[in-house]
């Protein structure tokens, strides 16, 4: 069996790129945390050590995305997709009705799931066209009666993201934020509650990130299983059970990393201009490489695109992986290439592909 450790760029969706520094820190450490003895693989969840590591992790989230006081703070398990079914189990009433507006796949995920839990206006303006655009405001008929309103903010099998999040008036606000998370600033206040998987900004999989308002957390009917009860959680501050207690670890160290490296607005100028680096390639292309998302709906975290086809693709993909460039190949939903670039991508890998893609072209035009 071969074996390498030369680290290659990974443009995967998720499980995602992971700081180099954060890497180090956790490989030297992994025997013995300094001052503990044992490894953190090991620790109670109980112990203080654990309690300094998911207190300072909440009080890192709260500094780079400016949470308000009256939010609190989950680390649950069972990704974004536990949280299509907790959403409208803690949040739609008996005979109440919710407006999700659908981007994409994860959109779509989300509807199916609630409407296990009760009735779903389903907005979904730009299926038609292949969930190419973020809609219009015209294009929305939101019900100013909605127990919430529910939108993806990236979608990351189309590549398409929200340049800024919906207007819904008094009606609470929810958000899978899962892969734009902690990439650009956002006003928490405009939301009730975000809910984000870690395995791609915030660290790896196996965590789920709950930013609530506190005043949701009446509307969690009385029986609900503790598991899926916001209340449960919110009570034992995370550990209602035994958490993720590696991967809150290694999200205590990304957090630390993103505030040395500047913080969210820094990571957002950083992170528009990877993206622009591959936009410019698609779009100086003449038409070789074809972006899926239009202008003004275009993902600065997931770069989607097409190839004049799918033989070309499949050789596309193949020799970026040969190149030192992986995971390419984009979702069977959609097919073609798909570039992740996540916090932690460095810009490097953007122009190793860039280069590629130019090089590419010239020899199969």
Not at 247 to 266: D, K, N, P, S
Request: hydrophobic share 40%; net charge positive.
């Amino acid at each position: 069996m071969t074996t390498t450790t030369t680290r290659i760029f990974n443009f995967g969706a998720g499980p995602a790129v992971l700081p180099e520094p954060v890497l180090a820190e956790a490989q030297r450490d992994l025997p013995a945390l300094p001052g503990v003895g044992m490894s953190v693989l090991e620790i109670s969840h109980r112990s203080k050590t654990f309690d300094e590591i998911l207190q300072g992790a909440e009080a890192d989230i709260r500094k780079l995305a400016g949470i308000p006081a009256n939010y609190r703070v989950l680390f649950l398990q069972g990704g974004a997709t536990l949280q299509f079914s907790m959403v409208p189990m803690n949040l739609l009433p008996a005979g109440g009705s919710a407006d999700y507006i659908v981007t994409g796949v994860w959109g779509q995920k989300a509807v199916k799931e609630a409407q296990k839990a009760g009735t779903v206006r389903v907005l979904a303006p730009t299926e038609a066209d292949g969930f190419r655009s973020i809609p219009e405001p015209r294009e929305l008929a939101l019900d100013p009666k909605a127990a919430y309103v529910h939108f993806t903010s990236n979608e990351t099998i189309q590549g398409i993201e929200w340049p800024r999040e919906p207007e819904v008036g008094a009606v609470p606000l929810v958000c899978d934020m899962s892969s734009d998370i902690l990439s650009r600033p956002i006003d928490v206040s405009k939301y009730a509650l975000i809910y984000a998987g870690a395995q791609k900004n915030l660290g790896p999989s196996g965590v789920t990130l709950v930013i609530l308002r506190e005043d949701l957390l009446s509307r969690s009917p009385k029986n609900l299983p503790a598991m899926l009860d916001y209340n449960a959680h919110a009570k034992e501050k995370s550990l209602y059970n035994t958490p993720p207690v590696f991967g809150i670890y290694i999200m205590r160290l990304t957090m630390r990393w993103l505030l040395a490296e500047g913080g969210v607005e820094a990571a957002a100028r950083r992170n528009a201009e990877k993206a622009k680096i591959l936009y410019d390639a698609i779009d100086g292309s003449e038409g070789f490489y074809r972006g899926h998302a239009k202008p003004g709906s275009r993902s600065n975290m997931n770069v989607t695109f097409r190839l004049p086809s799918e033989e070309l693709e499949t050789k596309f993909v193949s020799e970026t992986k040969a190149a030192g460039l992986d995971g390419l190949k984009g979702h069977r939903f959609v097919g073609g290439i798909r570039a992740s670039l996540y916090n932690a991508f460095p810009r490097a890998g953007v122009e190793a592909l860039a280069a590629f893609m130019k090089d590419f072209r010239r020899r199969n035009v």
